[in-house]
Structure formats: structure tokens, C-alpha cells
Antibody, heavy 122, light 112 residues
Framework: EVQLVESGGGLVQPGRSLRLSCAASGFTFEEYAMHWVRQAPGKGLEWVSGISWDGGSVDYADSVKGRFTISRDDAKNSLYLQMNSLRAEDTALYYC???????????????WGQGTLVSVSS | DIVMTQSPLSLPVTPGEPASISCRSSQSLLHSNGNNYLDWYVQKPGQSPQLLIYLGSIRASGVPDRFSGSGSGTDFTLKITRVEADDVGLYYCMQGLQVPPTFGPGTKVDIK
């Protein structure tokens, strides 16, 4: 059974940093691209960042480019999102998402975690 | 970025009746390989989104055949042949042709 378990969310002041983690199990992690997708309270879905199966290709939404860094550790079956210079508009539930394929160009997000909540407020 | 629109944004349905949601993209989602990079997701109340349809018309694993996706280029449709009470939720289309992947605003399906 595929499981994606996010952690690391919390309440943080504007301008500070936070690191999200996602522990993956139930599939061969190193073979698939992975993504972070967020959902602000009461709002729709926004793709944040993606990383290819080998980490060689990464992409970001313009809204987080230069502030967020995605990475993966295949030895630990884990995905990460380092979030710096956080803003109030980054407040959202952050989902760890598995792609159906190896490359970042997606053919469907087939498994989603339960999400970890990030709240940015003074 | 490719802009995704959906209609209607709210869809009251009667159990046992059919339902249909339209999704349009600002650019063609048809790749030169013949695939349309359009997915459908449903987010049931209190749950994470789940994949229903990928590449325009392929049902994801475990998705009932009451759900079907069709369309090509810029116009796509999700159809439910016979709505069940468990189908309530927010339905999103998403394009995966270009980075960044972009979602439609969502269509809220609920029971009349």
C-alpha cells in the first residue's frame, strides 16, 4: 500500500523558514517524480514544485521560485521542501504527491498524502 | 502559464442521474505523441484529492466505470453515468503538458 506521510508544518512568523518532509513507502520511490501541491484554506489546488526521479530536474511555481527548494533522498525514501522567506500567502495545507511517471512533466498525480499545515503569521 | 477553466462551478445532482463537467484550457493540451495531458481529480469532503482520469480518458486504478473522460485539444468533459451519494465533492481538472501544471477552479458536486 502506497503511503505518503508529511511532517514539519506549523506556525511560523513571516520571513522565517520551515522544512517539510514526506516519508514514502509502498512503492519504489527512486523510480518516480514527486511533487508538492498546496491548498490555501477554502481555496483550490496550486502546484508548488516537482522533482524528477533522479533529482536531475526540478521546477517551481513562480510564486515560490528563489525561496523554496525541493530535494529528495532516495536512501531514506523521503521528499523535502525547504521554505525560506515565508509570506502570509504561503499559508496552506501542503500535500506530498507521487507522479505516475519518472519525469516532472506529469501524466497524473496518483497518490497524495494527507497534508501538513503551514501557517505564516506574526 | 496555461489557464484552466471549468463549468459549471456548482452542480447539484440527483442520485441515479447522469452528470457532466466541462474543462477548457487556454492552450491545446494535445502533445505530438497523440496524448492529451489532462487529468481529473476529486476531493471528497475532508479528504485529499484523488486521481480519477489521466491523459484525458484513462481511468485510474480502482475508479468505477461510471466515470469517463473525453475530449481533445482545449475542450474536455468528465461524465458520471449514474451519480451516487458518495460522489459528492470538488472536481478539478489539471493540465500536465507544460510546467507549471495548473488546475481548474474546481466544480462542487452535491446532492439536490
Amino acid at each position: 500500500e502506497v503511503q505518503l506521510v508529511e511532517s514539519g508544518g506549523g506556525l511560523v512568523q513571516p520571513g522565517r523558514s520551515l522544512r517539510l518532509s514526506c516519508a514514502a513507502s509502498g512503492f519504489t520511490f527512486e523510480e518516480y517524480a514527486m511533487h508538492w501541491v498546496r491548498q490555501a484554506p477554502g481555496k483550490g489546488l496550486e502546484w508548488v514544485s516537482g522533482i524528477s526521479w533522479d533529482g536531475g530536474s526540478v521546477d517551481y511555481a513562480d510564486s515560490v521560485k528563489g525561496r523554496f527548494t525541493i530535494s529528495r533522498d532516495d536512501a531514506k525514501n523521503s521528499l523535502y521542501l525547504q521554505m525560506n522567506s515565508l509570506r502570509a500567502e504561503d499559508t496552506a495545507l501542503y500535500y506530498c504527491v507521487k507522479d505516475r511517471v519518472a519525469a516532472v512533466g506529469t501524466e497524473g498525480f496518483d497518490f497524495w498524502g494527507q497534508g501538513t499545515l503551514v501557517s505564516v503569521s506574526s | 502559464d496555461i489557464v484552466m477553466t471549468q463549468s459549471p462551478l456548482s452542480l447539484p445532482v440527483t442520485p441515479g442521474e447522469p452528470a457532466s463537467i466541462s474543462c477548457r484550457s487556454s492552450q491545446s493540451l494535445l502533445h505530438s505523441n497523440g496524448n492529451n495531458y489532462l487529468d481529473w481529480y476529486v476531493q471528497k469532503p475532508g479528504q485529499s484529492p484523488q486521481l480519477l482520469i489521466y491523459l484525458g480518458s484513462i481511468r485510474a486504478s480502482g475508479v468505477p466505470d461510471r466515470f469517463s473522460g473525453s475530449g481533445s485539444g482545449t475542450d474536455f468533459t468528465l461524465k458520471i453515468t449514474r451519480v451516487e451519494a458518495d460522489d459528492v465533492g470538488l472536481y478539478y481538472c489539471m493540465q500536465g503538458l507544460q510546467v507549471p501544471p495548473t488546475f481548474g477552479p474546481g466544480t462542487k458536486v452535491d446532492i439536490k
